[in-house]
């Protein structure tokens, strides 16, 4: 027997019932030209918890579900992942790096390769949703042309996203994380089946 990852009620698989029919789909965004972003699961609820879990509480395990949703994102053309590193100063305060675990967990899934083609600065202000958020410090290690999946846990500005697309000097990549709100601060639209409209 195991507990339900997102609310701890003894049952047998990693998601209870409750839990699961709570979960929707995710929204996607425009965020600039060449970078289309989806997310696996709209943050809230269950979904809110599991990010939770794995950022805060570094269960790994959690990983594996939310890669789950985040899978059927992914484009046809894709042929890496690159993890988009959370700041140094909070990966040893809290033990675990979730793009990093998101993208190994969506590798074993998919078969595709991760590219850890990004390392982080030390510390950047985190103000998550807000516009004015200071511009995540990121440094390339690797040059990509294409194909790429910028992979991260929870889409909310577009901000670090757009970071990690800029400093790559990518002309094109979708990004794919787990959890998104339904409002967000650029141009959304809700899913309805898989990637929909941005596959």
Same mark, same amino acid.
């Given at each position: 027997?195991?507990g339900?990852h997102?609310?701890?009620?003894? *049952?047998? =698989?990693?998601?209870?019932?409750?839990?699961?029919?709570?979960?929707? &789909?995710?929204?996607?965004?425009?965020?600039r030209? #060449?970078?289309v972003?989806v997310?696996?699961?709209?943050?809230?609820g &269950?979904?809110?918890r599991?990010v939770?879990?794995?950022?805060?509480d #570094?269960v790994?395990? /959690?990983?594996?579900?939310l890669?789950?949703?985040?899978?059927? %994102?992914? &484009? +046809?053309?894709?042929?890496?992942?690159v993890?988009i590193?959370?700041?140094?100063?909070?990966?040893?305060?809290?033990? /675990?790096?979730?793009?990093?675990?998101?993208?190994?967990?969506?590798?074993?899934?998919? =078969?595709?390769? $991760? $590219?850890?083609?990004?390392? &982080?600065?030390?510390?950047?202000? @985190? @103000?998550? =949703?807000?516009?004015?958020?200071a @511009?995540p410090?990121?440094?390339?290690? @690797?040059?990509?042309?294409? *194909? $790429?999946?910028? /992979?991260?846990d929870?889409?909310? !500005?577009g901000?670090?996203?757009?970071?990690?697309?800029?400093?790559l000097?990518? !002309?094109?990549a979708?990004? /794919?994380?787990a959890?998104?709100? $339904?409002? %967000?601060?650029?141009?959304?639209? +809700?899913?309805?089946?898989?990637? =929909?409209?941005?596959?």
């Amino acid at each position: 027997m195991f507990g339900c990852h997102a609310c701890g009620v003894i *049952g047998t =698989g990693t998601l209870c019932r409750a839990c699961v029919i709570e979960l929707a &789909p995710g929204p996607g965004a425009w965020l600039r030209p #060449g970078l289309v972003a989806v997310a696996g699961l709209t943050h809230s609820g &269950p979904a809110r918890r599991l990010v939770h879990r794995l950022k805060y509480d #570094g269960v790994l395990d /959690v990983a594996s579900v939310l890669a789950m949703f985040m899978e059927p %994102l992914l &484009p +046809r053309s894709a042929e890496l992942l690159v993890p988009i590193p959370r700041a140094t100063a909070r990966r040893l305060r809290y033990g /675990v790096d979730p793009a990093r675990a998101l993208a190994a967990a969506l590798s074993r899934r998919s =078969g595709l390769p $991760v $590219v850890d083609a990004l390392t &982080p600065g030390w510390w950047w202000r @985190r @103000r998550a =949703g807000s516009l004015d958020r200071a @511009r995540p410090v990121l440094r390339a290690t @690797r040059r990509l042309r294409s *194909g $790429v999946v910028l /992979v991260d846990d929870v889409l909310t !500005s577009g901000a670090t996203m757009c970071a990690a697309f800029a400093t790559l000097g990518l !002309s094109e990549a979708r990004g /794919v994380t787990a959890t998104a709100p $339904v409002t %967000l601060s650029v141009q959304t639209s +809700r899913r309805r089946h898989g990637a =929909g409209e941005f596959a």
